[in-house]
């Protein structure tokens, strides 16, 4: 037994470290055990059964073999979500595959002036040392840059054969780009003429391997053509290509197909090369083909931007000067365009025809033809923008032919003879050297001897001009107009039905009042040509001058109406009568109700005109009124439309 307080208080602290020792112990065991069971709970449940979990101490271990690395990474991971993932030690290993496909080996070798580079994946049993080697004999001390690996799986049967025939391909080509595959070698490279590029050719197709695609894309530099030249030939029914250049396929596709629709039946080659004249090139050739068929026969000849068109014995001089103007004007800027008629002398000179131009007014189609030939340089173009100006830009298809043997004032007559076609519905004017022709068809029985005038004062006494111009009445717009009378009739039988009424007091048209003036504003669209008065009228209660100004407002109400319902009214204007022209007795109440009413009356037509038609004048509308300073006899301003009533719009 220890006495000694001293010895006392040492026994109690070895106890209770003793204590806290075994505790600790104990804490570590069930903290171990816990993070097992949880950590192998987890794995279960994750579809990772293949894994096993340990610890030693706060330390966890994972162990087993885990079918890919995607699932160890998941292990691993997991384990961390639950445990400290600095306590957890992974000692997974992955499985090696036993179906795992070998990898398509390839090489990539480009060979410059500057250097060559390799980039691929072998084969280790090849290796890279015959690639070495045989760069090593073509380099000549450029530089190389070889990136080259190695896999170690199987050499496929026909790699060595492509490698070898690869390699041998580069040695020759000194600007190429090789790709080779165990079944496959795609060489491209550039040749410095075509005749290398057939001898590179001819020499790669006989060493081609047996069994091994061989794709060969050998290019060399195009021919440079000068001069670039074009030549198509029209006759006895046949068409051909003697010469032909282009600077692209696509060019050249063009062309040829344009010579097939021509009526080629073979084409000629068309070489491709460069020293095109113009990128329109193929523009140019098309539209020449096309109007060499529109002649039918004779040749159409490029050497760069000069164009000869050369027509055919026999060839009308209108047709010939036709297809030059539209030609002329269809070829782009670049181009000069000259012309051939007949048979050339030795000294290249051509017949000349008669010269003429031609315009056609065609009124179906609503433009112009302007056809023929015309001064050249600027009195030549101010001719042609006369014809846009007058005619419309978009009306106007100008295609003539400059020349510089015209005769003196051409161009001024040409602009006259355009000025008095202006005039007819539809015609031609041909100018010929000794006279100005105009046929043509119009509405205006006036117009004949308005452009015999114009034309006599324009080109003096010594001018020449023939006239052929039709009247023909369904071309008149005035013929089928209803006349004065008509229009009064047809408005006084409608309102014989039913007459435009107001409310007492009122100046608003009511619904039945704009019923009728519907009908009425259909008369005057036909009769904008007759000059009319819109007449108010009330009955004699009230004052005359309150009276005045309601018969005033009325009629104003109804011109207002009308310009609602989109009539012109310029031939109309509004008066106010107030009482002073009864038609009934004011005594009584139908006298009235007669008396309060709308007129609408011929302004400047007498009674011989009223009556012409076998008709009876009303002196009650025909005669003209008294001026008094309660009935004004001016004209009442066409009001605007901003001064229309919205009740008036809202009317039906």
């Known amino acids: 037994m220890i006495r000694s307080p001293h010895l006392q208080m040492i026994a109690a602290f070895g106890l209770a470290l003793a204590m806290a020792l075994v505790t600790a112990i104990v804490l570590a065991m069930a903290m171990e055990r816990r993070s097992v069971d949880a950590l192998n709970v987890a794995l279960a449940e ?21 079918p890919n690395e995607a699932a160890a990474f998941r292990a691993a991971q997991r384990a961390a979500m639950l445990v400290d993932a600095d306590r957890v030690v992974s000692r997974i290993e992955v499985a ?22 390799v980039i691929g994946l072998v084969p280790r049993a090849t290796g890279v040392e015959r690639i070495n080697q045989a760069i090593a004999e073509i380099a000549n001390g450029t530089q190389v840059a070889n990136l080259v690996e190695t896999a170690d799986f199987a050499v496929p049967a026909l790699w060595e054969a492509a490698l070898d025939f690869g390699l041998e391909a580069l040695k020759q080509l000194p600007r190429a780009k090789v790709t080779v595959y165990e079944d496959r070698v795609k060489v491209q490279a550039i040749a410095d003429s075509a005749a290398q590029r057939i001898a590179f050719l001819s020499a790669l197709q006989n060493r081609s391997p047996e069994g091994i695609e061989v794709v060969l894309d050998i290019s ?58 113009s990128p329109q090139w193929a523009d140019a050739v098309v539209v020449a083909i096309r109007a060499l068929a529109r002649l039918g026969a004779g040749t159409i000849a490029f050497s760069d931007a000069d164009v000869t068109l050369i027509a055919a014995e026999g060839t009308a001089q209108d047709e010939f000067d036709r297809v030059m103007g539209e030609l002329a004007s269809a070829l782009p800027d670049f181009f000069s365009l000259a012309g051939v008629l007949g048979t050339q002398s030795e000294t290249g000179a051509a017949t000349a025809g008669p010269a003429r131009l031609i315009a056609t007014l065609d009124a179906e189609e609503g433009r112009l033809l302007l056809r023929g030939r015309l001064p050249e340089g600027p009195v030549g173009r101010s001719v042609e923008a006369y014809a846009r100006a007058v005619f419309g830009r978009d009306r106007a298809d100008v295609a003539t032919r400059m020349v510089d043997d015209l005769p003196t004032g051409w161009a001024v007559r040409a602009m006259i003879g355009l ?42 006494p010594d001018g020449d001009f023939q006239l052929r111009i039709n009247y023909l009445e369904q071309l008149d717009q005035t013929a089928s107009l209803p006349s004065p009378t008509d229009c009064q009739m047809r408005i006084e039988d409608i309102q014989r039905a039913t007459k435009i009424t107001f409310d007492p007091g009122s100046v608003t048209i009511n619904p039945q009042a704009g019923a009728i003036l519907d009908q009425i504003a259909e008369v005057l669209r036909d009769c904008r040509h007759v000059p009319m008065e819109i007449a108010g009228h009330t009955d004699s209660q009230g004052r005359d001058e309150m009276n005045l100004n309601l018969s005033r407002s009325r009629a104003n109400a109804v011109l207002d109406g009308l310009l609602a ?18 038609i009934a007795s004011n005594e009584t109440e139908s006298g009235r109700e007669q008396n309060r009413r709308i007129e609408f009356r011929l302004l400047g037509t007498t009674s011989d ?39 008036e719009k809202d009317s039906p």
């Open 609 to 647: 005109d009223a009556t012409a038609d076998g008709g009876e004048a009303d002196p009650a509308t025909l005669a003209p009124m008294p001026a008094t300073p309660e009935t004004p006899t001016g004209p009442r301003p066409i009001p605007r439309p901003a001064q229309r009533r919205d009740q």
């Open 565 to 582: 319902r989109d009539v012109l009214v310029s031939n109309l204007t509004a008066q106010g009568y107030g009482e002073s022209q009864p």
């Open 419 to 460: 000025d008095a076609l202006s005039r007819l519905t539809d015609g031609t004017m041909t100018l010929e050297p000794d006279t100005l022709i105009l046929r043509g068809r119009t509405g205006n029985t006036e117009i004949e001897s308005d452009i015999t005038r114009f034309l006599s004062e324009a080109l003096g």
């Open 220 to 277: 060399a530099p195009r021919p440079v053509i000068t001069p670039f030249q074009f030549r198509f030939t029209m006759d006895a029914g046949t068409a051909r290509i003697e010469t032909c250049a282009a600077d692209t396929p696509i060019t050249q596709g063009r062309i040829l197909a344009a010579a097939i629709a021509a009526g080629a039946q073979t084409t000629a080659a068309c070489t491709i090369g460069l020293g095109v004249p």
């Open 96 to 117: 090696l595959r036993a179906d795992l496909q070998p990898p398509r080996f390839s090489v990539n070798i480009l060979r410059a002036r500057d250097g060559i580079q």
């Open 46 to 66: 994750g579809g990772m059964d293949w894994a096993t979990v340990s610890a030693n101490g706060l330390q966890v271990f994972l162990d087993g073999t885990a």
